[in-house]
């Protein structure tokens, strides 16, 4: 008992003149506790998760991309949820097919708008991915980086919108790629024309999403882009 005594007497006269101190401090740790509690409890009670693509109706799932809930979900599982969708929407029935397009008509006003900003923060969110990953390449290895990612890009946007990749390998895809941009920079293209819907899209998708970059990123998201895009046209054209 005595020892006990002994350290709680030494442990008021260690508190003693900083009993102010020391409820502020706890206070303070107790409210930032409260805070981080209240902010798990509001994600958790607002977020929603993506409906099952294969069995959930035709308006819940395409409902889901005109949330910013979709927009919490990382690059993979969007784009996973495009993918899944494109799949059910290849073996739509006719009244599926119906319910669709009658759906996407009644989109309108801050809803079509918010459908339209989760595209280009995806655009965005892909674009910053591939920034990130290639400034922390070494030098030397980043002109192989821009041939993987954009031979991957181009074997994702084939299955996206056929189904499935064509069966080339990754240099082979790369090498087509960086003929193409030799070819269009030797003759003059209407800079207002969209990109067909081919094996071409994955080389001018940064152009084609360009002007909505900047709606859907910061400053420096926006430097990081540009200078990624930058490097990835004087490869393209200048690599043999």
Do not use: C
Not at 13 to 39: C, K, Q
Not at 69 to 81: H, I, T
Not at 144 to 154: H, M, N, S
Not at 226 to 232: A, C, G, L, P
């Amino acid at each position: 008992m005595n020892g006990l005594g002994d350290r709680i007497d030494d442990l008021r006269r260690s508190l003693d003149g900083r009993e102010r101190e020391v409820m502020i401090g706890t206070a303070g740790t107790l409210v930032l506790a409260a805070i981080v509690s209240l902010g798990w409890w509001w994600m958790a009670a607002r977020w929603s998760p993506p409906p099952s693509i294969f069995d959930s109706p035709v308006d819940d799932v395409l409902g889901y991309l005109t949330m910013e809930d979709f927009n919490q979900l990382s690059v993979e599982e969007r784009l996973s949820y495009l993918g899944q969708f494109a799949s059910r929407f290849q073996g739509f029935q006719q009244e599926e097919s119906a319910a669709a397009a009658a759906f996407l008509a009644g989109v309108t006003g801050p809803t079509r708008e918010q459908m339209r900003q989760n595209a280009r923060t995806l655009a965005k969110d892909v674009l910053l991915e591939g920034a990130e990953g290639y400034f922390a390449t070494s030098e030397d290895e980043r002109g192989r980086y821009i041939d993987d990612w954009l031979a991957g890009w181009q074997r994702r946007a084939e299955e996206l919108v056929g189904g499935e990749s064509r069966s080339i390998d990754d240099e082979t895809r790369a090498d087509e790629i960086r003929a193409e941009a030799r070819e269009d920079a030797m003759r003059d293209r209407d800079p207002d024309r969209l990109p067909p819907l081919d094996d071409r899209m994955t080389s001018r998708f940064l152009g084609f999403w360009q002007s909505d970059i900047e709606s859907a990123s910061t400053p420096r998201e926006q430097g990081q882009i540009i200078r990624f895009m930058e490097d990835i046209r004087v490869h393209l054209v200048l690599s043999e």
